[in-house]
Structures are given as C-alpha cells and as structure tokens.
C-alpha cells in the first residue's frame, strides 16, 4: 500500500519549491503580475500540456458562472485556463499539498483568485455536499486511483443531474505490461490501468450515460516526440514540466511513449453525463 508521503515525494521529487522559484526567476516570472498563459510550459503537469487541455475544454460544455469541480488538480493550470475560457468558477482539489500551495499561490500572481480555489482533497472521499457542481473533470489522474469505483461514485454524487463529468486517462492497452517508470508511476505499485471497456462498464454501473469515448494515442506519441529533447545541441527550455518531474522525467516520458506505440497502453478521454 503506497501512503500519503510516498504520494508527496513522487510527484515533489524533492524541494518543488525552490526547483520551481529557481526556474520562475531564471525565466523573469518571480513577484510579478502574470497572465495565465506565462504559466502553460510549467503548469500544465501532464502529457501534451496546455493542448491536451485545449481538446478536453472543446468537448466540455460549460457555461458561464458555473462552479466546476476539478478532481486531481495539480498546479491548477488546466482550472486556471477553464475559468477564464468560460468565465466559470472552479475549485480543484488535490491530494499533494505542495501542489496546492504552489497552485494557489499561481492564482494570485494571475489575478484568478476569485474565479479558481484550490484545496487539499482525495477524490475518493471528496468534502462537499450531494450536488454541489454544475460539471467536473480529472485529467490524468485515474491511473493512480486504486478503488476506481469509489471515485467514479464520488464524482457522481457532487455533480447536479443534468450535468456532464469528463476525464483524460492512460488506459491499460491490449499488450498490457507498460513499460516503469512512467510519469505517473515508478512502479506497478502506483499504477492502476483499467482497459477503456472496463472504465465504461464501471461508469455505466454507477448511472453515468451518454458516454463518449476518443482514443488520443497518435496526438500523445506526437506529443511525448515533440516534448523528448534527442538533439544534444538543443538547449532545454527553462521552463518545462522536467521542473516539475525532475531528473527522471524525460526517461519516464519516454517508457510512456513507448508503452503506447507498443498498444501497452491507449489513452484516450472521456465525456459523459449525469
């Protein structure tokens, strides 16, 4: 069983902090007013960054002043980008606290602390009332969600009916056996990949319908190529999701890409209603 600290220090790598005040300040960011999209290279902590997200946002129908829930909020990019697209309201939970910290504090220097809350949460115990949300979303987040129906059913019960709930997940491919360390697991310990026909039964066993499902895996092998720096004369960018991941981010980026091309595992996303 993989503990809370055990979560903190995968997804910290150490001082996130300092990595990521060393890196704002080489970049000119530190202490200033900023507009979101100064943030896209650093907080969009998955893979495809700031496009995967994009995509996901098209298929969303969110309208304005909604309150939207974002379950596994990371940096709080993606909650950030949402509120000012649709002029809604997000509150994005997240189980890391540095995560929060930082995120928050990112929501200052943008100006989006009135529109996006970021708090310390599991999502498979979420701390709001039966149909709190006009909508919800979780990017990448799945894969490390052992009890997956809990989730799904926590999902449901804060969302209003009438409502949609949509998520982007590394699913579990024909071959199977993905290649650690991903960036979402070092280990099989951490991860836990469902085949995308199990994810549907589950969701349809909880009361979600309509549900869509789009494969990404040609835009995510694209994506992890563009992303992984195999030109030693290219200078790595200063800012980047390898502050973040650290020093092992770019070989797990690669086992991700590769366990894809090896139908090991097939992300796609998903959009459904309540």
Known sequence: MVDSSDVENFWTRGDIHSRIHKAMSEAGLNDKKLEIEDLFPIDQYH???????????????????QKIIDIGC????PARYFAKQFQCFITGIDITSSFVEI????NKLTSMSNSVSLQVGNGETLNFENETFDGGYSQH?????KNRKKFFLEAYRVLKKGTFFAFSEHGLGPERNPIFPLPWADTSEMSFLLPPESTISLLKEIGFYDIQIIETS???????EKMINTKPEKVEPILGIHVIGGTTMKQRSINS??????KRTLPFEIVCKK
Do not use: C, H, W
């Not at 990371?74 to 990019?77: F, M």
């Not at 995120?103 to 990112?106: A, E, L, M, T």
């Not at 987040?141 to 969600?145: G, L, Q």
């Open 218 to 224: 040609e835009k995510y092998i694209l994506g992890y």
């Open 103 to 106: 995120g928050n504090r990112f």
């Open 257 to 262: 890409m590769k366990s894809i091309k090896e």
């Open 47 to 65: 893979a495809r960054g700031i496009a995967a997200t994009v995509d996901l946002g098209k298929r969303m129908p969110i309208q304005e002043n």
């Open 141 to 145: 987040v799945t894969m490390n969600i």
């Open 74 to 77: 990371g940096l709080g990019g």
